[in-house]
């Protein structure tokens, strides 16, 4: 895509420095794919305008090298399959996979099946990772859009690349402020003195209310009060950190409470009808929370973690912008639309207010 | 079936007076309905022993009229699809579903067109509610053993009459402290001086280790060590309380936390690889948790809760109880089997310590 | 004092509107008090700097008729003696006591015997309600700075007067994003379709870096690099809101939840070291948590609270700023100093960024 | 003291095998100390009957050198000074300090003191981990029972001795069941293929109901109904758990949920104005909580943990036991009088029932 990034634009969120390619990949070993679903024409009612997105902890299996993990939520009305082992075992052992709301169903059953042929035992008694944000306002989610091969696309196409953004895999018929939003990503690298670790974040956006829309502080959104959707829909923003920091799970869900803080940077507010759901994780330490005897770990005493804290929330800002920068107007089923954030009108106003 | 039940046996736990059937249903309007799939020959390795459970909290649709709910986890090795919804919000706006551990996927995939085709606004937004144990020991999970029409015969089934209890719907593969369990139901009605509230209990048992089952205070387990299955399987436990009391959801979720001492008193220590998810709910002010306005409601202080907590705790207890007294020996997949407890060899343990 | 507040200089926060006094007593009943207890010239090493700052609900006795409350920690690097009670029950009954970190078990106790005066029966069972931040930086801790009579002194200060703000109470030796800080306060008022509720936020800041301080989404704190502390010491944040808006404990949790927000947007970011807790309680249904037969109450359905989320957020963060304005530069013991905000060159930073 | 252990009568709970003293000290380097405070004649309407005691994690200051720790709480009616900072850093920083519910201030503040005479820096920034139940029945808690120099003597005593049982410290008041009851203790050792690891438990209890009292599942409670206070007295029960397996903070919470499930095994239900409140810590790792730089650990992975929740529930169980057996008839305030559990009439109930 020819899209500027938010640091293309010179747009920079805090004090922080960014990895090689600004994206959660930045972190070794962490691999991305994106399956994207686009059928029928604009406006058609049964246009699908969907996705799925896979993110897998490292380069090898999770369910035979699970990496500690935490969680935290900002509003609960969303769905994260596997929630409930995470915070008991303090480990993720499944792929992150992530969809449309009424898809989440399809998406576990798919990947069960994925993981089955990956390894028979697995798959038996794995219990994926599963979460979602709701596109019905572009996409007719009762058409039975995705199937398991939809899902296993997404598990295949993992890489360590730069990670795609915008209107992409489960991205792509989601919004954000009332603008196009979707997949968006960022990443810092501390200082060596810090240890030189990198945290990157994913983000699958759909919330936020235009007018509350904050850009490096700037209200951007009272000033772009037109591209308003026909309807104001209330959705969900599913963020995911990584982090070769090596830190336990009491730690890392203390990572995934800072995104809140950037989401409140951005005019985010937590909406009522919103799953703002946050999952952190470790890829130090992947060999033992699978050991049979007594494991040999590391970790950063909680002395150390405010440059992690800061990094998380910069990174969880920068990705949401990336995700509204990379995306373009889409019109859905029925003739819905939603509109691309105009560039030229959000440098006049960044401007404006100095920047 | 004609095996009996607890009570039947003069086996009574605590003081307190059950309700007409002794089940679920004897909180008004709560319905319960079952699916039990078996297929293929004892043996055959495609056999498959599994089923849905459905419990709809009241006479109308929980989407249109939601309760207010509460959970508690024991150990969260296991999944309750929904669970975010309800902690956030303090309502449960669906029916549970209960079923077997891969199968949730298409649970909740067909309890999606289901709702769709009760109401189309609700299908495109409610989450549904679906909760699992593990019932591979028995049932070849990955033989595609259910399909939508499965789901919906269960939603479709639901009824007020007295519970059927022990290999029935999801129930039907799983086991309880190495013999045969399922799914178990007891009740109890409170003094009018405490105000004459019921409190039903259902439960999924799939947990618990033999040498460590007490009967109403009795070593049961240690005493019939033999009647083992070829392999100890550490499965989960699903609990779901109901009542026509009037409690809040912070009530609610202290209700569900009563149940954990149940499960200790019968020899359970919530094991690592279980998922021990209670959730309770109340029929009262059910109109309140939908209403848009003001909504108005009632409350009982929490100085009038212990008489519930201590109910709960019994009722649970009864109804795992129920669930192994009412299950019969089950031969599944590759020969493997699980045996009834013997209620004559029990009720010799129990004349033994004076009971 | 004749220090300006947020608003006297044009700066608002966010688009809701304050109520008279932009003060937590705009909520009808809620009362405020404080005892400031200053000792000892500048730089003497036993100067104090230190006080006690008291919240009562409404204009009754809490422990005869509580009122529902909530909380959140961001944090927990600090103190809330009655945080179980309040999250096991859902309600306050005691007032809210701020003070020193040091000085809580002193508070606890002296609010134990002031509430048994008033109260006989109460004094034996009430657990009251006590928090902290930590003013070691300009207080002399261990001087034994305060007895009884300095909490009761605030207990008997509480009135319904717009809040006093900055250096007073238990804000006396605090501070802000290495800014003097201390007790800020701001309210809003909802529109009458969204039902007109009002709520009111109290802050006891000690928090923040400098040069993360944003102020309106200024980056402030990069442009006043000098004036700072001899060191960095990194406290906490206590958050108090109150509304009339009729919202049950678990609501109230969902409020308390978006204080995070406020400070996200300031520039905290939920330091490692840092006691960012919050309390939220609503004056509505006091009769009904107190009841001992079937309580009558009423609420706000989930679908109306994003008014009140908003409110809560934007309050949060106009009363940190508050704080900090209305706060003075102080030099304690040992000649530590902490300057006050220089409000000239905030207004041109400000101006220079186009507000 | 004379009386008899649970062990002592032939009552054993579960299948474990206890330490060499069978009380918490067995895990080595834990410490305990106790201040016993009698004060008056029976029957003075002043009569004190209260004391303090503590837990020192292991042979050096905790606040140089913490422990991983974890807390569970079943009904939070009740105070744990401290809970927030072990729940967020995942560690304990401070001996826990167990008394009389009003007295938790002056706990508090003559622990700080104490630390601050050991340790300045420490003075200035230790929270204290302070926790109570109500012996308020027995004891005149507004009389000012205790000084600092009583919490100094309990946290002097401390020693690597068995611990002594009952009427002494924090339990002198303490009731269990409508019996006399106070501290108990008691501990097991894992098989060395479970990894040889010691579980020691220390219990306060103030809490219970007669008539639900079962002995190794006997229902002696029943039996037993004469010898009742005036007054039932609705209480509280502090759990402490040691460990020295290596355990991280998230496996500790799991450990100290386990609690529960001893609780409910002998009839506890977590009563309304319970605060039922439980942590549990591990000696292993001590240095690595409070390393600075990457520190190195060691776990046992989670798969490896069912001995020692098994442990838990079973050394909970006999601790509260040994509180009763090893508790005395006491009369206090106002000729109040609590009554020991009969040992000759609990040894007939349990023969009748075959033990």
Chains 1, 2, 3, 4 share one sequence.
């Not at 938010?6 to 399956?35: E, F, K, M, Q």
């Amino acid at each position: 895509m020819s899209s500027p990034r938010a640091r293309d634009l010179g747009i920079t969120v805090g004090r922080g420095v960014p990895g090689p390619s600004n994206t959660i990949t930045d972190v070794a070993g962490v691999r991305v794919g994106h399956r994207t679903v686009i059928e029928r024409d604009d406006g058609d009612p049964k246009a699908v305008r969907t996705g799925v997105t896979v993110i897998m902890p490292h380069e090898g299996f999770p369910w035979s090298e699970p990496v500690y993990a935490g969680t935290h939520i900002l509003n609960g009305y969303g769905e994260l399959i596997g929630i409930n082992s995470i915070r008991e075992w303090g480990i993720l052992e499944s792929p992150i996979v992530l969809t449309s709301s009424l898809l989440i169903g399809k998406a576990y059953d798919a990947t069960v099946r994925w993981i089955a042929r990956q390894d028979g035992d697995a798959g038996e008694s794995v219990m994926p990772c599963v979460t979602e944000c709701d596109d019905s306002w572009l996409s007719n989610v009762l058409a039975d859009p995705i199937d398991d091969e939809d899902v296993w696309a997404a598990l295949e196409a993992v890489t360590t690349d730069p990670v795609e953004e915008g209107c992409v895999g489960s991205g792509t018929g989601m919004q954000c402020f009332d603008f196009k939003g979707g997949i968006g990503s960022a990443s810092r690298i501390l200082d060596g003195d810090q240890g030189g670790f990198t945290v990157g974040v994913l983000v699958m956006t759909n919330h936020g209310d235009r007018e509350d829309l904050l850009i490096d502080g700037v209200r951007v959104g009272e000033r772009l009060s037109d591209l308003m959707p026909d309807d104001h829909h209330e959705g969900s923003c599913i963020v995911v950190v990584a982090t070769d920091a090596p830190l336990l799970p009491h730690q890392l869900k203390r990572i995934a409470t800072r995104v809140s803080l950037g989401i409140g940077r951005m005019g985010g507010k937590g909406e009522n009808s919103s799953g703002d759901i946050f999952i952190a994780f470790s890829t130090a330490n992947a060999h033992a929370a699978a050991d049979t005897g007594v494991a040999h770990l590391t970790m950063i005493p909680n002395g150390r973690i405010n440059p992690l804290f800061y990094a998380t929330t910069q990174a969880t800002e920068e990705a949401m912008l990336n995700a509204m920068l990379q995306a373009e107007t889409m019109t859905g089923a029925n003739f819905a639309r939603v509109y691309a954030l105009p560039v030229d009108r959000l440098m006049a106003a960044m401007k404006k207010y100095g920047r």
